[in-house]
């Protein structure tokens, strides 16, 4: 049974951290690529940040370049996102998801966890 679950979500202030977690399971996760996407109401999701298979390459939107770091632990099966000098506008639900292309590829979401930004 594949799980995708995203944790570590809640409220800080402006110029505030935190960082978000996403454990995985039912999937080969070594062979997946990881993004962090995140959706605020009326809004299309948009992609924050996604990493390779091996950690080795990265790559972030510019709204986040420099605030937030992507991780991935193979071994844990887990991906995190390290959020730092949230601003008002980082206020959003994020979402973990997994992707494979190809002819075996998959992509599995998370439910979502909710970031608030505010004083």
């Known amino acids: 049974q594949v799980q995708v679950a995203e944790s570590g979500g809640g409220l800080v202030q402006p110029g505030g951290s935190l960082r978000l977690s996403c454990k995985a399971s039912?999937?080969?996760?070594?062979?997946?690529?990881m993004k962090w996407w995140r959706q605020t109401p009326g809004k299309e999701r948009e992609m924050v940040a996604m990493?390779?298979?091996?950690?080795?390459?990265?790559n972030y939107s510019n709204s986040v370049k420099g605030r937030f770091t992507i991780s991935r632990d193979n071994a844990d099966k887990s991906v995190y996102l390290q959020m730092n000098s949230l601003k008002p506008e980082d206020t959003a639900v994020y979402y973990c998801?997994?992707?494979?292309?190809?002819?075996?590829?998959?992509?599995?979401w998370g439910q979502g966890t909710q970031v608030t930004v505010s004083s």
């Open positions: 039912g999937f080969p996760f070594r062979t997946y690529a």
């Open positions: 998801n997994a992707h494979r292309g190809g002819v075996v590829g998959a992509d599995y």
């Open positions: 990493i390779d298979v091996s950690g080795r390459s990265t």
